[in-house]
């Protein structure tokens, strides 16, 4: 038998060996891994005020082992791994649930550059007239300068992945905490200078006054009955936020992203005005020329739940938003450059939500490389097969929007626009006769008006044309005070079914289906007769459609709108004044008093073709 020494001097022997190589391993992990180490996590505790005694005061929330005939240095608290973050370095990192995530931004940081953001767009940044999304994109492409000799340091964290269940709403937001003293390398709920709001898997905060290292804590809540990690992205700038979301104004006219129109399976979108240069303007130039618009669409069934708690993050809405591709191009709509968006393979009778980002391509590593996140809208899909988008006509280039249709033309939206296009166009020469033999090319005296001249005549009457030719065509199901039925006396509907014939009182009773307000379109020849939509109710063009038309154009045209009473409330829609709301259709009209632009919206009127003098009904 061994004496009872020996045995202790072996066991001291091997647990000294032990935790030697224990050390050894964890500083080969520590030195292949991008972390700050440090050689005592502790150490500015250790070395903190000592009381009159020379004995060592521990600080209040500060931990200390306290384990009687154990040695503090071997079971002390071990110093968590905290990653270093580059100058518009995103690093991507998983978290689990109730974990917490330590990094820094080094006191070394390169100086705020001085060359423009990754968007790189065609803007005039000193122009004073800018619409809504044009004030967005200068303040995404101007580089952030230093602030009164401290220098801003921009963070910006983007939740890609989260945990999942069966419940309609996401899992809690992502904390983060920042912390501006070295004595504080870990921030958290209890310990922190600073709190980034994070909402929608998204959050930044501008810091100011940091003079040293600036240490950041990440932090994943536990959500009961969810299940898996977080992904996340956090980037550290002192040129600009490196990821932005842009709340917009919900109440400007010239928002940054609308729904213009839907059917049963698609949807149309187009970008507010981008720019207010003019037409001829380099700028105007540069934007109508862009082969591959710059904004993008994500596309989101409010159905599924993929997307809640990540609709402000574009690695969130790129990784879990169904519907990423649209048909995108620049359009001159309302006369100004935007960017139209037609997406299809949309559900019936379903809200989606629509989320438009600019995402520029260089990426990783560059100024703004993250992108912006644009706030979310709405829309619902029609629940009724008559109505189909069109858009991009070649004469009748204003209208993108449903118009009166037939489930045979699903398939071909080309020969449903040309069938209504050509026939506007038709129309149109037989007015631009008449127009021609008034004096447009005189003297300014000579001419018909010292205000108008034979261009406003003609963009307006094209305008109205297009208008009352093609209809707005809305779900059968819908109301309002500016939609009416139509086509009432047709024998079926679209979806093939039979028309009922009612009593009187009632949507298809017979004073109904012989009425010229109702019972038919007023475009018979075209809709009635070909297309053969069967009944479907139409959003009325705005008066201001006609009212521009008898403004602009000669007396000796003849031109003449309807009066209160006396069938304008069967022609034309009017808009909310109060709550500035569009209640009608004007294809790429304009409205308002001095020169204010207006966000396009859609409606109708009824006219009827004598000889070359056209009447309003």
Known sequence: MRPPSLSRFACTKLLTYLLSFSDFHNSVQAANADTVNHEDHNHHRLLGPLNQQGTLEVEDGDYESAFLGVDRGIIGRAPAAITALGNNAPQPMNIEQGDIQFWTFPARRPQASRRQAASNLPLNTSATNTTSLERDLIQLAN???????????????????????GQNDGPAQLEVYVSLRERNQEPDSGRNDRVMSVEEGYGSLNVTGVDGDLWIGVRAPRTEGFRGIYNYELAASVDAPYATYLPGDPTSWDTEITPWDTDINASILATGPITNE????????????MQEPPFKIYVHDQADPAISGLKRSVCGLKKHAKMKESKNSMSKIGGQPRQLFYVEGLNQNSTYDAIMTLEPPSGNSSIGGGGAVWRATNFTTKSEPNCQIIYDLPFCNSVAYAVPSNPEYKTDMTK????YDDYAREAYGNFNKSLQQIPCNTTPSAQYSLARNCNDCDNSYKAWLCAVTIPRCVDFSAKGPHIIPRNLNADTFANGTTVPSEPAGSVFSPENKTSPHYGFSRNQKIIDEKIKPGPYKEMLPCKELCYHLMQDCPAALQFRCPTEGRGLNYSYG???REDRKWLCNWPGGT???????REISWVMLGCALTGMILYVL
Not at 143 to 165: F, H, K, M, N, W
Not at 278 to 289: G, K, P, T
């Open 143 to 165: 580089v952030q300068r230093e602030t009164a000799g401290s220098p801003v340091i921009y963070l910006a964290i983007s939740t890609c992945d989260q945990p999942t269940s």
């Open 574 to 576: 009017d808009w909310d």
């Open 416 to 419: 449903l626009k040309l069938t």
């Open 278 to 289: 003019f037409a001829n303007s380099s700028v105007f130039e540069s934007w109508m020329e």
């Open 591 to 597: 409205l308002g008093s001095g020169g204010g632009r």
